[in-house]
């Protein structure tokens, strides 16, 4: 298990997350790790855009695991 702090709730962003989702990717590749699941459900309640947070992630934990 992994836990990633996203800093002060009220300057939270996406982009802090995409960032934060990248950094957690990196660092279990780097550990070998063969699965990984992110949720979001909580970051949903903070009245970010669900398929927005979902693409970001998604999107960075493909292009960090092409290689």
Do not use: C
């Not at 992994?2 to 990248?22: H, N, S």
């Not at 950094?23 to 459900?41: G, Y």
């Amino acid at each position: 298990i992994m836990l990633l702090g996203l800093g002060d709730k009220d300057k939270l962003t996406v982009e802090i997350i995409r960032q934060a989702i990248g950094n957690a990717s990196r660092k279990a590749r780097d550990l070998d790790v063969k699965k990984l699941a992110v949720s979001i459900d909580h970051l949903i309640l903070k009245d970010f855009d669900a398929v927005e947070i979902a693409e970001a992630s998604q999107n960075h934990l493909i292009s960090d695991n092409d290689g």
